[in-house]
């Protein structure tokens, strides 16, 4: 493997975009070429300058701040386009992780690849992966979901095409809504073994390993905080499909009926589980 210098690798280059891990608990866990890049860029863009200015002062950095998160990405994107095509480099921090992760990280990347701007990664801490290498579930073939968005139809519409999935699956969820999402689980996909992780690399990290059902039950009366990865084991092969024993009539209503889709998304949704095309499901009806 060819080593390069700190002068060859490390050198922060003008016209630049770096993408800057940061820790996602102990302060410890940032890289000396993060503390590097962070020091030496013209700017930095931050989700929540409040957040990043704790880290910036705890690690000595000056690099001024420029806010940079989901509700001012597209003008603020634009801004930062322009100061990188004037020459200046710039580091996008999120509030704790591996920026472009369930951020708008992702869009400002595409803005720059789209302009011919080159765009460095400073590998570091991630949340996702931190959970996943502790979950004890497999590690050799993983999907990761990010946040479950939208309506409780919606969010049900989601797990139930990932459920027959054998890979392990990363969920993140903020603390009001955690039980709501593992009672969401539990009904589409079975009492699956998951790994519930908090406060990952603090002092007071937690990690619990159980059933979906034993998680819905403790999170019943204890308050859930903090963020929270969510692991989840992958289907099995001795698991069976929730409409194993459903006519086709009946596995059309479930999801016209409980996942509220209109009648000809549900029949398409029934062919795919069943492996069939849309026209045998519609023949089936009439």
Same mark, same amino acid.
């Given at each position: 493997?060819t080593?390069?210098?700190?002068s060859e690798?490390?050198?922060v280059?003008?016209?630049?975009?770096?993408l800057?891990?940061?820790?996602?608990?102990?302060?410890s866990?940032?890289?000396?070429?993060?503390?590097?890049?962070?020091?030496?860029?013209s700017?930095?863009?931050?989700?929540?300058?409040?957040v990043?200015?704790?880290?910036?002062?705890?690690s000595g950095?000056?690099s001024?701040?420029?806010s940079y998160?989901?509700?001012?990405?597209?003008?603020?994107?634009e801004?930062?386009i322009?100061?990188l095509k004037?020459g200046?480099?710039?580091?996008v921090?999120?509030?704790?992780?591996?920026?472009?992760?369930?951020?708008?990280?992702?869009?400002? /990347?595409?803005?720059?690849?789209?302009?011919n %701007?080159p765009?460095?990664? =400073? !590998?570091?801490a991630?949340?996702a #992966?931190?959970?996943l290498t502790v979950?004890?579930?497999?590690?050799r073939?993983f999907?990761f979901?990010?946040?479950?968005?939208?309506?409780?139809?919606?969010?049900?519409?989601?797990?139930a095409e990932?459920?027959?999935?054998?890979r392990?699956?990363?969920?993140?969820?903020?603390p009001?809504r955690?039980?709501?999402?593992l009672?969401?689980?539990?009904?589409e996909?079975?009492?699956?073994?998951i790994?519930?992780?908090?406060e990952?690399?603090?002092?007071?990290?937690?990690i619990?390993? /159980?059933?979906?059902?034993?998680?819905?039950? %403790?999170f019943?009366s204890? =308050? !859930?905080?903090?963020e929270?990865? #969510?692991?989840?084991?992958?289907?099995t092969?001795?698991?069976?499909?929730?409409?194993?024993?459903m006519?086709?009539?009946?596995?059309?209503?479930?999801?016209?009926?409980?996942?509220?889709m209109?009648?000809m998304?549900a029949?398409?949704?029934?062919?795919?589980?069943?492996g069939?095309?849309?026209n045998?499901?519609?023949k089936?009806l009439?």
């Open positions: 493997m080593e390069f210098t700190d690798k490390n050198r280059e003008s016209g630049t975009l770096y800057v891990a940061t820790p996602i608990g102990n302060l866990d940032i890289s000396e070429r993060a503390v590097k890049v962070l020091n030496e860029v700017f930095i863009a931050a989700e929540d300058t409040r990043t200015s704790k880290l910036l002062f705890a950095i000056r001024p701040l420029f998160h989901e509700h001012n990405k597209k003008e603020a994107g801004k930062i322009e100061r004037s200046q480099s710039c580091a921090v999120t509030d704790a992780g591996t920026p472009a992760i369930s951020d708008p990280g992702e869009d400002i /990347v595409k803005s720059c690849i789209d302009s %701007i765009v460095v990664s =400073v !590998p570091g991630c949340a #992966i931190t959970a979950s004890g579930l497999s590690t073939r999907a979901e990010g946040f479950l968005e939208g309506s409780d139809a919606e969010k049900r519409s989601r797990l990932i459920a027959s999935d054998k392990t699956t990363v969920f993140y969820e903020a009001h955690l039980s709501e999402t009672s969401i689980m539990l009904s996909l079975g009492d699956r073994r790994s519930l992780c908090r990952l690399t603090k002092i007071n990290e937690e619990l390993r /159980v059933r979906l059902s034993e998680a819905v039950r %403790i019943e204890t =308050v !859930p905080r903090g929270f990865v #969510i692991v989840v084991e992958g289907c092969s001795e698991e069976t499909p929730f409409w194993e024993n006519t086709v009539s009946e596995h059309v209503a479930y999801y016209s009926q409980k996942m509220g209109d009648k998304s029949m398409k949704a029934t062919a795919k589980d069943r069939v095309s849309k045998s499901i519609y089936e009439i």
